[in-house]
């Protein structure tokens, strides 16, 4: 028969799905250095022009889709990720926008799309796609030696899709010069299909699942490197690509607790630091306030530099500067003065102090130069320096300020409805909600609020839901995240983390249910330890000093209720948020002793853990064994599909009546060898029974029943029944129901 080079169907149709993994390989590899923009537009070209290319249509029409399908994923990315605006009428002004700023993203697309061709026409025989898969290894090989990169799991996938590559192949071949024996194979299909999916199996569960090991002997880059003291052409390079996986992925170095100066894009792990950063002498417990977020991104919060600051410039310094506020309730304020004395030598971008900030003074003796301090009103945000260029002198060491902390009537506000809250336009600035955030995170948020018939009772559900059902740890495991967006991946997939985690999901849920809401981070309260076991330190002034350490740093959300102004919301398990409510007298919330709720808190931040945690563990261990058990008791009520499914992929058909009379019967003698009957080398079934039948009489009937249907079976297969099978079924039950035993 002549053979066709022509591929079968569906052969084409595995043929791009193995390109797909082994250029996915690469995609991978590149994603830390790239844009996050150009991986999307290269993974979705990836996939939809391997779509268009097993369509059953003329080479040009499949062409031309392939060519317009990555314009229209070019456009619609870029138009997600804000890079690429339209305006005007499609012809000629998006056209030719288009033109233009679709340079270089499209460029990516269009070489992944020669790539994806070349490849396909060009490995069309095992030859070619073994050295193609031997230069693929042999490229991560180098890179995984001499880059910072760990590619076991690219080489696994790589194997696995070249092993499938070539065994789809080999069938294709078979198919063309067999087609009378592939037609016979394909009626039976169990043995070759378990026995290539067990194989792939094991090589992808063995590649991705084995743990990276330090290498034994040193790489020839690595010493060629140290040889010559450091310095190889390629270090640049290597710098260059250890940064980008380091910015990429905040767990490829030791980041340590403390306050943040980038938000921009938030997650991963953290190690706690105990080094002291302040000393607070306050009459109140209180949140020590540093900056405020409105923009979220989807990947965190936009620098304040992107974001609209209206400020209040106070220069020289030289007597106290009163601060005023917008939107900060008409409420009963409790007035406080706070003095700050910093023990760490950081330099910070702000002034902290309890919330509202009504004055500020700098204590600093014989302090020189010019201080410039900057107030923003709207967000009471007090900057050293502000947003303005110029020379500063040192952060100072010790300053004071006036605070006016909020005594909330709790249950008046309880009762206020949205339409007597918001009386007046909401700030459009604290509602933003980014195009992007799932619609799985707002429906989430209504499903949590919809019991709540006030705004501010919703979003007591919403914080209780976010403390009960989520874990606090400084590490999670952010290898469970798929969604591009933190708080999606956060609610859905990694359920677990610490404040910016909760906090964020608060501010954006919040938001979804149309309550104005704002990220505010610095410090939590910290402890007041005893003076002789500060160990060192400068004293404290009074017995009322808060220490205040780098584990402290925190962050949390602020809601807008109208006329009731700015309220802290602690959504983070463990912590509590330090507020006064009018029904509380001072005493109770100034106690020198902390309370069981703060105890809570130090529990979960110097021992990384908490109740909630330890007994979260604990359901874990008991949910999961209960799971176990079940899954146990499940397997052995199917103990018989079982058995008879793995004896169907053996014999690799369908079984007859005949062969599971057969295989139940024997099965049936296998439980009466353990159960103390003995049946001797080359005995037969009909011998075995006798000799039963001798020793227990009673059992004579059904052995003898059984023993008629087994040999009908045997010797006269095309005469069984359902019927039979069903009788042979009882009879062996009622012998495994005997308590036998051998006399």
């Known amino acids: 028969m002549k053979r066709s080079d022509e591929p079968v169907y569906w052969y084409r149709l595995f043929k791009m799905l193995w390109i797909i993994l082994l250029g996915m390989q690469w995609v991978s590899f590149t994603e830390p250095i790239w844009l996050q923009e150009t991986t999307d537009i290269v993974t979705w070209t990836l996939i939809i022009v391997a779509a268009i290319a097993i369509l059953p249509v003329a080479s040009l029409v499949r062409n031309i889709g392939k060519l317009l399908s990555i314009v229209i994923i070019c456009r619609i990315i870029l138009i997600r990720y804000g890079i690429y605006m339209p305006y005007g009428r499609l012809f000629p002004d998006q056209i030719l926008q288009m033109l233009m700023e679709f340079i270089p993203y499209i460029w990516f697309a269009l070489i992944t799309w020669l790539a994806m061709e070349l490849i396909s026409r060009l490995l069309l025989t095992r030859k070619y796609i073994l050295l193609f898969l031997a230069a693929d290894l042999v490229a991560f090989a180098i890179l995984d030696s001499f880059t910072p990169y760990q590619l076991w799991q690219n080489v696994a996938w790589t194997v696995f899709a070249g092993l499938g590559w070539l065994v789809c192949l080999h069938l294709r071949d078979y198919q063309i010069a067999y087609p009378y024996g592939w037609l016979r194979l394909r009626k039976y299909p169990f043995k070759i299909v378990s026995n290539i999916l067990l194989i792939f199996a094991g090589v992808l569960l063995i590649g991705t699942s084995v743990p990276p090991v330090s290498p034994i002997l040193t790489d020839p880059y690595t010493a060629w490197k140290g040889r010559s003291g450091g310095q190889g052409s390629g270090g640049e390079v290597q710098s260059a690509i250890s940064n980008a996986i380091t910015n990429k992925d905040s767990d490829a170095q030791e980041v340590l607790s403390g306050y943040s100066r980038d938000d921009t894009e938030l997650g991963g792990g953290f190690e706690f630091n105990y080094s002291p950063v302040m000393s607070v002498d306050s009459p109140l417990r209180t949140y020590w306030r540093g900056e405020t977020r409105h923009i979220y991104t989807g990947k965190g919060w936009a620098d304040f530099d992107k974001e609209k600051r209206d400020y209040e410039v106070f220069r020289g310094m030289t007597t106290p500067a009163g601060l005023t506020h917008e939107q900060a309730g008409n409420i009963e304020m409790r007035e406080v003065e706070q003095t700050i004395t910093m023990e760490s030598d950081e330099a910070y971008p702000v002034l902290f102090g309890g919330y509202f900030i009504t004055k500020v003074s700098l204590l600093d003796e014989d302090r020189g130069g010019n201080p410039k301090l900057s107030w923003a009103a709207q967000e009471g945000e007090l900057r050293w320096g502000g947003g303005f260029r110029g020379s500063q002198p040192d952060y100072p060491v010790k300053y004071k300020v006036t605070s006016e902390i909020p005594v909330i009537p709790l249950t008046e506000l309880r009762g206020a409805s949205y339409k007597h809250l918001y009386k007046v336009p909401i700030d459009e600035a604290y509602l933003q909600v980014p195009s992007s955030l799932p619609e799985r995170v707002k429906d989430l948020a209504e499903e949590i609020t919809a019991d709540g018939d006030t705004p501010y009772k919703q979003m007591e559900l919403l914080q209780e839901y976010l403390r009960a059902n989520y874990e606090y740890t400084n590490k999670p495991d952010i290898s469970l995240r798929r969604s591009k967006d933190f708080v999606d991946s956060f609610l859905f997939e990694v359920k677990e983390g610490y404040c910016d985690y909760f906090s964020t999901a608060m501010v954006m849920m919040a938001r979804s249910q149309g309550i104005p809401a704002r990220w505010v981070k610095g410090y939590g309260p910290g402890s007041q330890p005893d003076p002789e076991d500060m160990r060192g330190r400068p004293a404290l002034a009074t017995s009322t000093a808060y220490q205040v350490n780098n584990s402290d740093s925190h962050s949390w959300a602020e809601l807008y209720f109208g006329e009731y102004g700015w309220i802290p919301f602690e959504a983070t398990p463990g912590f509590t948020a330090p507020l006064l409510y009018a029904d509380e007298s001072p005493e ?72 599971k009379i057969a295989y139940g019967t024997l099965r049936t003698v296998k439980k009466l060898q353990r159960q103390g009957f003995e ?25 003898d029943h059984l023993l008629q249907k087994y040999e009908s079976a045997m010797y006269s297969p095309m005469t069984a029944t359902n019927a039979d099978w069903l009788s042979v079924q ?7 129901r005997i308590n036998h035993g051998k006399k």
């Open 679 to 703: 049946r001797h080398e080359h005995e037969t079934v009909r011998e075995m029974f006798e000799r039963i039948r001798e020793q227990q009489p009673e059992l004579s009937g059904t052995l």
């Open 588 to 659: 109770e919330v100034a106690a020198d002793e902390p309370d069981s709720e703060e105890i809570v808190q130090d529990s979960a931040v110097e021992n990384e853990t908490s109740w909630l945690s330890a007994n979260t563990t604990a359901i874990r261990y008991v949910s999961g064994s209960i799971i176990l058990l079940a899954v146990i008791w499940l397997l052995y009520q199917l103990r018989e599909r079982i058995y008879y499914g793995f004896v169907r992929l053996r014999l690799g058909r369908s079984l007859t009546y005949a062969d």
């Open 730 to 736: 009882r009879l062996c039950h009622k012998l495994s």
